[in-house]
């Protein structure tokens, strides 16, 4: 047997068969494939007036025209989903660029039937914590806590449950992550840090209880030489910090009521 020739036609056969499996792979437009359109869709997060604030669009066109709802476009066949938040949320505020510091990060795929009446929509959200934030172009910033009572009587598409879980998520992951940096200048003071959680969570913080524990989470903060000028009711004015080394807070700063148990258990909904 001439191995050359059985080689050959092996290689020929493999690759009918590749071809016959390829032509059998559904593709959009081919039969009746339907045609999906990818989205993102950013929550921006910001704090105005020691209140968490999310940046809503209102929408100007049919479906929802009228009602408010997250930020958004189409994801560009030549960019990748990141990419694609990160323009969203660049033509959206009016930045030229997007700072050093920023939290974006998936909140998840959304992509129930019917969410979008126009279309068939899958939408890939995010969620943009990042400080001093710009009005939205075409929106504003709204308190988070009116925005999550309302829920969907004001928002458009599943856009409430979007917002509902990107807000959960940062809550949990200000526990074991040194996010809370996101919207702060530096340098920085505790108070300051502390007013960044308290409006996250959304409830007052002991300062001492919250000083102790910042401190002992080994590279969340570090001190800076200069301190702030004393007030005006005098006394050693306050130390101030910047951003530490540390990706991850060891131990974490835990919401009141929670338990490192809950922590690790992921049990935390009822503690918002």
Known sequence: MNHTKGLRGMRR??????????EAVPRPGRGNVPLVALRVDVAMLTIRGGT???GLVKRTQAPYEGRWSLPGKIVGL???????AQ????????????????HLAQIGAYGDPGRDPATRVVSVA????????PEPRHGMYWPVYAVLESG??????????????????????????????????????????????EAVWGSPLDPSNFRRKVLASAGFVQPV???TSAGRSGGRPPQLFQAGKASRLFPPILRPGLTTNDLHSGNQGHHE
């Open 78 to 84: 030549d960019e990748g989903l990141e990419e694609a």
């Open 87 to 102: 323009r969203e949320l660049i033509d959206e505020t009016g930045l030229e660029s997007l700072p050093s510091r920023i």
């Open 152 to 197: 969907s009587a004001n928002l458009a598409f599943d856009h409430s449950r979007i917002i509902a879980d990107g807000v959960r998520g940062v809550r949990e992951r200000l526990e074991a992550a040194p996010i809370a940096l996101m919207f702060l200048d530096e340098p920085f003071t505790l108070s300051e840090l502390r007013g960044v959680y």
């Open 52 to 54: 968490l604030a999310i």
């Open 225 to 227: 030489a200069e301190r």
């Open 126 to 133: 995010y969620v943009a914590l990042v400080r001093n934030l």
């Open 13 to 22: 056969a493999e690759r009918a068969r590749l071809t016959s499996e390829d």
